[in-house]
């Protein structure tokens, strides 16, 4: 209830790390499916576990920076941001697509740069009243 990781005390060990990269997907379509039923208090609800659980896994690696380790997940970020939005929040937007965006430039997916523009593309849009 309170979106703590319960069991994930650094060091962890390969299994403990491996159960947290196979939460991230699920928590993000959880997030995506409360979206599009238009339920944002639990779309954020599971964006923000997401998100704390891309932490604790950036945290793992040892290597990560601090941007990376405070962007956690950049698809739950992206999902914050479209909640954001929704809400006509568009600096809060703004922060969650900068974390998404630090994610996409750190890694070598170009669908993590095309969602990542995307989004911001349609914070510009939404910021206009276009």
């Known amino acids: 209830a309170a979106d703590q990781l319960v069991g994930a005390d650094l060091p962890l060990s390969t299994d403990r790390h491996n159960e947290l990269v196979r939460l991230l997907d699920p928590l993000t379509d959880l997030a995506e499916c ?5 339920r944002l208090e639990q779309a ?3 964006a ?3 998100v704390a659980v891309g932490r604790r896994y950036w945290e793992s690696k040892g ?5 990376q380790i405070a962007a956690g997940d950049g698809p739950c970020r992206l ?5 954001a939005m929704a809400r ?7 922060v969650h697509i900068a974390h998404a965006r630090v994610l996409a430039d750190r890694g070598s997916h170009s669908e993590d ?4 523009t995307a989004v911001a593309a349609e914070l ?3 910021r206009a009243g276009r």
């Open 34 to 38: 409360h979206f599009r039923l238009d």
């Open 44 to 46: 954020e609800r599971f």
């Open 48 to 50: 923000r576990r997401g």
């Open 63 to 67: 290597y990560a920076s601090s941007g």
């Open 79 to 83: 999902w914050l941001a479209r909640v």
């Open 88 to 94: 006509q929040a568009w600096p809060e937007a703004d």
């Open 113 to 116: 740069h095309r969602q990542v």
């Open 124 to 126: 510009e849009r939404l």
